[in-house]
């Protein structure tokens, strides 16, 4: 087996790779919303505490990770529909990651060198950004700039050229798109109900994820308490795979996903503009990625793997 370390790295990384405020009162319910003005910024930190184990073979693995991403949401204009365009920048980006390749440490505050493949990715984060239209229910509409970013990130890339580079930068392209983007910022406002609730009331969203990991999500949110217009919500989702999604492809490797797993967590959010204010999250995975094809691991061998992680939401 001559399977790159590196490429399982990588492989690995890409289980976690992937979840707001009162409006007008309408018999007793309130209306739950973002209202953004043309101007504003918000400056939100998401940390990700993780540890991912798995057995390759006869070889147990493991990667402890710790990504402190902070993004600045910079509200450029708002159209007549509350339709709002958000120039959103990786701001900081903070990393500790422990793994097969050894440690490394990257902070954007104090910029150095980074070896493992990983940290170069997120090195190449800092200070990019991409364009985001954001309905005032939530609903992403639009993401735009994320090739530049690829570009960036892919300059980061030094393996060596072959098959396992050349579907290491398929599956980042995958990752890193347009589409991909707008799913995974989708997660973040999907908290949004359609129609007004009370405290105690529960309201549920199904979504596929197609650009990065096939996995299917069925979140339900109830709304806890309402304290002087603060709304706080509880969060729970069923994690499972997308059975009608094709097997990763890793050029020399294709790997096909079965995961399945939870997260709960709750959520503070804004009484005047209905931006997230706070948020803490529990993650758990587990299941197997198994070999279908390709010229370093024998068709058909499993890789067993476990995610745990707490992911927190927080103002800078």
Not at 112 to 141: D, H, I, N, R, T
Request: aromatic share 6%.
């Amino acid at each position: 087996m001559k399977t790159s370390p590196k490429l399982l790295s990588f492989v690995l990384l890409l289980v976690c790779a992937g979840l707001l405020s009162p409006g007008l009162h309408a018999a007793g319910k309130v209306k739950l919303g973002l209202h953004l003005q043309k101007g504003s910024s918000y400056n939100v930190r998401m940390v990700t505490d993780q540890k991912i184990t798995s057995k390759f073979g006869d070889k147990d693995m493991e990667m402890i990770q710790n990504i402190a991403l902070g993004y600045t949401f910079a509200v450029q204009d708002v159209d007549g529909e509350g339709n709002a365009s958000i120039q959103t920048t990786y701001a900081t980006v903070k990393a500790h990651l422990e793994g097969p390749m050894g440690t490394s440490d990257y902070d954007s505050a104090q910029p150095s060198e980074v070896e493992s493949p990983v940290g170069k990715v997120l090195a190449a984060l800092a200070g990019q950004s991409f364009m985001m239209k954001l309905a005032s229910s939530g609903k992403v509409l639009e993401v735009t700039g994320m090739s530049a970013l690829m570009e960036r990130i892919l300059g980061s890339i030094d393996l060596p050229e072959g098959q396992a580079r050349e579907g290491l930068i398929n599956s980042l392209k995958k990752q890193y798109s347009d589409q991909a983007a707008r799913e995974q910022m989708g997660q973040l406002f999907a908290v949004y109900p359609e129609t007004p609730v009370s405290v105690g009331d529960s309201w549920a969203k199904s979504f596929s994820m197609t650009s990065s990991l096939p996995m299917n999500q069925q979140h339900t949110w109830t709304l806890k308490s309402l304290d002087s217009g603060k709304a706080v919500i509880q969060a729970h989702t069923v994690i499972s795979t997308n059975p009608q999604a094709p097997p990763l492809d890793f050029g020399s490797t294709k790997l096909g996903l079965q995961i399945s797993g939870e997260q709960d967590g709750t959520l503070s959010l804004d009484p005047l503009s209905g931006w997230v204010v706070g948020a803490v999250i529990t993650l758990k995975l587990s299941g197997e990625y198994k070999f279908e094809g390709g010229t370093d691991v024998p068709a058909g061998m499993t890789m067993p793997m476990t995610v745990e992680a707490t992911i927190r939401l927080e103002p800078f």
